[in-house]
């Protein structure tokens, strides 16, 4: 069983449905549970909050499975949408979000437009290169 699947198991006899299809025995997602270990390292929190970095987890992992932006974005880039994402999320933003959409989302649909044909050109040419 991965840590992460024990990290989204309720603590009653029920999976959480929403992260996970499975539903895994209590004992056994609080043993794994102990062993607070990502496979890069140590948990960046306790026990307690790991359950709510999960659901970042979770919510990143949905939304990175649509569009790979580290492929898209610069650095610069995806520090920007992530405060975007932020101040929705916490409603502090004094933009209104339908407005934002409707004046940016063209240079949006554009932007990842562009970007992504220049993806597939290079990918093209990669693969002609490697052919020759």
């Known amino acids: ?3 992460l699947t024990a990290l989204l198991v309720a ?10 299809t499975r539903t895994v025995a ?4 609080r043993a794994a549970m102990t062993t607070r270990h990502m496979a890069s390292g140590p ?11 999960a659901l970042g987890v979770n919510i990143g992992m949905q939304i990175s499975s649509q569009t790979d932006f580290k492929t898209l974005l610069e650095e610069d880039e995806l520090a920007i949408l992530l405060a975007g994402f932020g101040d929705v999320v916490k409603g502090e933003n004094t933009a209104n979000p339908m407005e934002v ?4 989302g ?25 052919i020759e």
């Open 26 to 29: 209590p004992v056994a997602a």
């Open 43 to 53: 948990m960046p929190y306790d026990d307690d909050k790991m359950p709510i970095y």
């Open 101 to 104: 959409l409707q004046k940016y």
């Open 1 to 3: 069983m991965s840590s």
């Open 106 to 130: 063209p240079a949006v649909n554009e932007l990842l437009r562009d970007r992504t044909e220049k993806i597939v050109e290079r990918v093209k040419k990669d693969g002609e290169e490697y």
């Open 11 to 20: 603590s009653s006899s029920r999976a959480v449905s929403a992260f996970t």
